[in-house]
């Protein structure tokens, strides 16, 4: 079975431009999350989608965030500008079955994109 | 606030070693506690804990959750340099689904 697939794997851009990352979950998952995780901190939620409906992007700043998983299958997270702190690494995950609890829901997490800002 | 405390967060041990990784959370509508290895790439499942007292092994792996107290530990029995990582702690709580609250992580080295 293949699993999560993003890219690209690295990035570097310069503050202020725009970058955008791709993910295609494990075929068959129904919800799919990015995260953000900045060097020596754990992954933060930035979007759950279920199917392509966003079931929860509170910590997204959408102010210069977007992202969007239109026919349900893959998605695209963008940033518009880039900030230096937006330095981290962008983990794409997928899970099953959506609304369940146990393995069942288990998230299987992609390689990530590596983003550098300068 | 939600929030998930990992300690401690860098640890050096040599081989044969035994470790002792600490989580407490406080997670609104928690479900589960899970815990992930992260080497270079994208974090790899351990385990799941959902019932208090009750532990899962996996090898020398073996972690326990506490409800009361609201933490878990993960204990690493004879360690190897392959056990350097990040260990991550999260807890599963329920939105309109099910999402991850994860912790910094301890950082475990492992020396031959």
């Known amino acids: 079975e293949a699993g999560v697939a993003q890219s690209p794997r690295y990035k570097i851009i310069e503050k202020r431009q725009s970058v955008a990352f791709w993910c295609n979950p494990i075929?068959?998952?129904?919800?799919l999350y990015w995260y953000q995780q900045i060097l020596g901190q754990g992954p933060k939620l930035l979007i759950q989608?279920?199917?392509?409906?966003?079931?929860?992007d509170s910590q997204l700043p959408k102010d210069r965030f977007s992202a969007e998983r239109l026919k349900g299958v893959d998605s695209t997270l963008k940033i518009q500008p880039a900030k230096l702190e937006d330095s981290a690494v962008y983990l794409c995950a997928s899970s099953p079955i959506s609304g369940t609890s146990g393995r069942a829901n288990e998230q299987f997490f992609g390689p990530g994109t590596r983003l550098t800002v300068l | 606030e939600d929030k998930v405390v990992q300690s401690p967060l860098s640890l050096v041990v040599h081989e044969g070693d035994t470790v002792t990784l600490n989580c407490s959370y406080e997670?609104?509508?928690?479900?589960?506690l899970l815990w992930y290895k992260q080497e270079k790439k994208a974090p790899t499942f351990l385990f799941m804990l959902?019932?208090?007292?009750i532990e899962k092994k996996s090898g020398r792996l073996s972690s326990i959750l506490d409800k009361k107290e609201l933490s878990s530990i993960l204990n690493i029995t004879a360690t190897q340099t392959g056990d350097s990582a990040i260990y991550l702690c999260a807890g599963y709580y329920s939105n309109s689904g099910y999402a991850l609250n994860f912790g910094k992580g301890t950082s475990l080295l492992v020396t031959p």
């Open positions: 959902t019932s208090s007292g």
């Open positions: 075929s068959g998952h129904a919800t």
């Open positions: 989608f279920q199917n392509n409906g966003v079931v929860d």
């Open positions: 997670v609104t509508n928690f479900r589960s």
